[in-house]
Nanobody
Framework: QVQLVESGGGLVQAGGSLRLSCAAS????????MGWFRQAPGKERELVAA????????KYADSVKGRFTISRDNAKNTVYLQMNSLKPEDTAVYYC?????????????????WGQGTHVTVSS
């Protein structure tokens, strides 16, 4: 069973940046796609970014395209989410998740093994 631990959340003003990290346990990190989800209060969980096993393919939700960048370092068993030009509507708990295969798709059902989440608050 993989363990995922997110970090890097916090309070930031609109227009600012944050970088989230997700450290994974285990030896098979590079075998799987990874994704970042978010859930705002009262809203459903949204898949915002996905990356394939090697990092050569990434996908983004329209709500974050051009502002967020997902990347991974397989040597460190870590996936990142660089968030720029943050908006108040980006306020949410952000979760990383491991894919069920090596390829990335922006389909929530392709992910399992969730982390505990990290809070991001963007003030206006």
């Amino acid at each position: 069973q993989v363990q995922l631990v997110e970090s890097g959340g916090g309070l930031v003003q609109a227009g600012g940046s944050l970088r989230l990290s997700c450290a994974a346990s285990g030896r098979t990190f590079s075998d799987y796609a990874m994704g970042w989800f978010r859930q705002a209060p009262g809203k459903e969980r949204e898949l915002v970014a996905a990356i394939n096993w090697s990092g050569s393919s990434t996908k983004y939700a329209d709500s974050v395209k051009g502002r967020f960048t997902i990347s991974r370092d397989n040597a460190k068993n870590t996936v990142y989410l660089q968030m720029n030009s943050l908006k108040p509507e980006d306020t949410a708990v952000y979760y990383c998740a491991r894919g069920i295969s090596a390829t990335a798709g922006l389909v929530p059902g392709l992910f399992g093994s969730w982390g505990q989440g990290t809070h991001v608050t963007v003030s206006s």
